[in-house]
């Protein structure tokens, strides 16, 4: 079984900055991607950004040219750099990576969630 844990989460002024940071382990093959998704308060869960084991990136709209994700394959390790931060980024942030079978299924790992909460 492969357990995701992300760090980083806290309470920022508006203009701020923050790290996340999400580790996978335990019974892994091979991962393939990882991201970020966030929920604010009331609404649904959607993607922040992702990243490929080849270094493919996708940004939703909202956050380019602010967030930055990278990741060390040799670690499992995703980040999420996160800058000139806005009230409206104020969301549990989660964690998930794609582990990848030799016999190519895909499963994906969720991470239990950081609060991110940017103050105005």
């Known amino acids: 079984q492969v357990q995701v844990v992300e760090s980083g989460g806290g309470l920022v002024p508006t203009g701020g900055s923050l790290r996340l940071s999400c580790a996978a382990s335990?019974?892994?093959?091979?991962?393939?991607?990882m991201g970020w998704y966030r929920q604010a308060p009331g609404k649904s869960r959607v993607l922040v950004a992702r990243i490929t084991s080849g270094g493919t990136t996708n940004y939703a709209d909202s956050i380019k040219g602010r967030f930055a994700i990278s990741r060390d394959n040799a670690k499992n390790t995703v980040y999420l750099q996160m800058n000139s931060l806005k009230p409206e980024d104020t969301a549990v942030y989660y964690c998930?990576?794609?582990?990848?079978?030799?016999?190519?299924?895909?499963?994906?790992?969720w991470g239990q969630g950081t609060q991110v909460t940017v103050s105005s």
């Open positions: 335990g019974g892994i093959f091979s991962i393939n991607a």
């Open positions: 998930y990576a794609m582990d990848v079978t030799p016999s190519l299924n895909e499963y994906t790992y």
